[in-house]
């Protein structure tokens, strides 16, 4: 069982805005649910754990945050994630509009025109296909219209923008007519890629919705050219398993997950960053003795005939551990996200 892992960093993560979208696809889960906890105490913890990191030379492990589960902030968390992002050497300039609480008229107007001031240059927009199809997916009515016109507001104003397209079976006949309505938008479009949805939280209902090696392989060519960086490695199931067993036999790289609250925000400042490393890494640890190897999920649960595509090697991980706990009705621990 089990297998070795390397410990590369540590994300501290504070739910502090939640969510407005109920997507189907969604990683996250309570994404609703939101803690009372001052944004500057989580501040001053990330600041420590940044000295911690420094003063022991830590250079093998990355320490991250994430304010979420939406980036609907009040502006003094936006300015606070913008001093964090700072101290770790990133810009914020992009908001993510995933999330976001409707608003209209002037409200909306002074919510874009507060955020510009503070320095936001931009947005980033998700759409699962377009009109009530896009809808559907992010479980809120007019939530297309909603979006592209918080684009179009920012185009007006100089604000560039950041497009995620998700390429599942029923989003993929309306892409042309997504694609004519988000080039009728004004604005600068920083980048525009197209993926699967990831194999991850609620999305892992939805696998007959995913393409398949043929719908890949025979895309027209203004989606093709949508496949970007690493968001374009598209795999199928049996594509991926040669890669995965070659890698098969190396420690699994993982990232520790402390997130933050009012439940352990006391205990948390009590202790030294030493401790609360340790102790996550022990934990960390323990998990993954009792999960199997990729090697052995690779041999007993892969599908050499599964032509579904998928675009990380997480992804097939967290399906074959899903097969291994409906086999066994094991309660092993959940990879994350
Ligand atoms: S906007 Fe993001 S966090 Fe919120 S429900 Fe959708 S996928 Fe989940």
Known sequence: ??????????????RVAPCAHICRYCSIEGTRRATGLEFARFELLVHRFLDW????????????????????????ILRGVGRLRARLGWTFRILNLGGLRTRNGAGLESWLQERQAAGIEGFHASFAGCGEIHDRWNGRAGDFAYQTSILRMGGERGMVRHERIFLAQNTLPVIDRLLDALEHIPGEVRDRYACPFFYSGLARRHESERITE????????????LRLWKFGEWRSE???IPLMKEKAGLPRK?????NIGEANIDRIEAL???????????????NYRRMPGIDELCTRYADPNDRRIYMLDSDLE?????????????GAPSISS
């Open 238 to 240: 049996r594509e991926w």
């Open 53 to 76: 990191k420094a003063a022991h030379g830590r250079d093998d492990i990355e320490i991250s945050f994430f304010v979420g589960p939406s980036f609907d902030y009040d502006i003094d």
């Open 318 to 330: 967290r399906k074959w551990m899903d097969r291994h706990r409906l086999a066994t009705s094991s």
């Open 254 to 258: 993982v990232t520790l997950e402390l």
């Open 272 to 286: 030294s960053c030493d401790e609360i490393f340790a102790e996550k890494e022990q934990e960390c640890r323990e």
């Open 214 to 225: 043929d719908i890949r392989d025979t895309l027209p060519e203004r989606v093709r050219k």
């Open 1 to 14: 069982m089990g297998g070795d892992i390397v410990v590369s960093g540590l994300a501290l993560s504070l």
